[in-house]
T-cell receptor, first 114, second 115 residues
């Protein structure tokens, strides 16, 4: 069974503080993604990675950094958290063979910035 | 630009009733299309996907979807819903012809099944 684990499950942060969200996958997948979900909206891609030590910008990268130190781990970093970054964040992985690959998602991290 | 529209934010049906969740897409060619489901406090899980061929695709848990190129639609259907089907359902598109594998999600439909 494919597995993507996110930590923490929820977090409260202060405006201007640094936040790190972590993701670990045991799928042996090359591709990992960070999505953001806002109430009433679909998921939007923040950053993705297809190989360790390399990350790419998605559709909404501003205010976020990503780090892929190994194939299994992918972190999302908010250097200066802002109120507008309150959302649920999902990590996902896929074994990219075609543009129709299935994504396997973690359970999400609910981030509240006060 | 590619986009996915799910016109119904919330749908409520009675247990045992039939279900259709609507999805319309905008894309110049034939895309890859997906339906994902999100149960409470869980991540998204794939229900089914369409690549090409037979426009009716079968998915898990007796869900199916029908692709219509003329209508630019990919509606999700189920003949008889169960209370456990209550969840948020997302339609998504992959702009296949461009070689991109990034998914574009709709805003989701919250399904509530009444006992």
């Amino acid at each position: 069974e494919a597995a993507v684990t996110q930590s923490p499950r929820s977090k409260v942060a202060v405006t201007g503080g640094k936040v790190t969200l972590s993701c670990h996958q045991t799928n042996n997948h090359d591709y990992m993604y960070w999505y953001r979900q806002d109430t009433g909206h679909g998921l939007r891609l923040i950053h993705y990675s297809y190989v360790a030590d390399s990350t790419e910008k998605g559709d909404i990268p501003d205010g976020y950094k990503a780090s892929r130190p190994s194939q299994e781990n992918f972190s999302l970093i908010l250097e200066l958290a802002s109120l507008s970054q309150t959302a649920v964040y999902f990590c996902a992985s896929s074994d990219f063979k075609s543009s129709a690959e299935t994504l396997y998602f973690g359970s999400g991290t609910r981030l509240t910035v006060l | 630009a590619q986009s996915v529209t799910q016109p119904d934010a919330r749908v409520t049906v009675s247990e045992g009733a039939s279900l259709q969740l609507r999805c319309k897409y905008s894309y110049s060619a034939t895309p890859y299309l997906f339906w994902y489901v999100q149960y409470p406090r869980q991540g998204l899980q794939l229900l089914l996907k369409y690549y090409s061929g037979d426009p009716v695709v079968q998915g898990v848990n007796s869900f199916e979807a029908e692709f219509s190129k003329s209508n630019s639609s990919f509606h999700l259907q189920k003949a008889s819903v169960h209370w456990s089907d209550s969840a948020v359902y997302f339609c998504a598109l992959s702009p296949a012809s461009s070689g991109s594998w990034q998914l574009i999600f709709g805003s989701g439909t919250q399904l509530t099944v009444m006992p």
